[in-house]
């Protein structure tokens, strides 16, 4: 039931981390790195010593590593924003992901991609709909090298959504949705470890949960790509894959953020079905059916790079 698709991307953001003084440094391509495990796996790059949130850290007799740190921010807006598809759409309830790592490729073939941060079974989720900015990683940028980067991967671990509904039955029944699913082998969901695929959906009205379904093979989305943002999930790691334009000087002065804001306004998109009590631009669903999910997660992106406020 749950489809993930992130669509109508933004511009290319072009982005420059400055040297002290504010003069961009030179840029030195960096050594080689260990190459990708797998389609899709997210390989290891260079180690990103002193990052939170249980991401790796300085190994062996390494001592820490201190000076300016990047910090990678996630927060999301229900801003109106117009659809072009065919489809009917509402905006979540309440939308999270949960962020478990972000690589940095120098082209879409890079066999050695960058590791910024990856933070295991620790993911950190930030809810799209509150509107709140939330720090998912923090790294000292001389842990990270110096190079062009256009394209950027986001490990997700799992998604939390409720949506509005309407159940049908003996009778109708207006309520929402409160699904999970995981979309990574590993992911730790309230205190248990779960595999990619597995989700748990239950319909709730008036405070009440009418229904409960769980299983290991919730279905990929039926659009998973649009304007250029990707949801790869065909590695045991699933991961967000879009373009940037990304300088990185290891060298800054100062404290850096980068800060992803995603628009969810009526991401959540379906096609309606003609039957008896269904209505247009309703969430119609059965205890055994429901109207095909076209898409959900996001709608278009804004990414932003700059001194730390």
Partial sequence: MPSLR????????????????????????????PAPEGSGGGSSGTPAPGTEGGSDGPTGSQPPVDGPRVTIALSGTTAPFTHTDPWSGATPKKQTVAIRSLYLLRSPTDASPVKVFDHGASAVEADLVAGGKVEV???????????????????????????????????????????????SDGAVIDGAARDKGYFRYSFVANGTTYGTLEGEDAPVPAVNTNGGLTLDTSGPQSFYVFPVQIAIDPNIGVDHEVSLEINVHESFRWQDQIAVGYTPRVFDTTPYTFEPVMAFGANTFELKIGPKP
Avoid: W
């Avoid at 991307?9 to 002290?20: M, N, S």
């Avoid at 256009?150 to 309520?175: F, L, N, Q, W």
């Fill in 6 to 33: 992130v669509s109508s991307l933004a511009p290319l953001a072009l982005v420059t981390l400055f040297a002290c003084g504010g003069a961009t440094s030179e840029i030195v391509p960096p050594g080689d790195q």
């Fill in 137 to 183: 990683a923090s790294v000292v940028a001389k842990t990270l090298p110096a190079g062009v980067f256009t394209v950027a991967k986001a490990g997700v671990a799992y998604v939390r959504y409720s949506v509005p509904a309407r159940m049908h039955s003996i009778v109708s029944v207006d309520g929402q949705y409160d699904n999970v699913q995981s979309l």
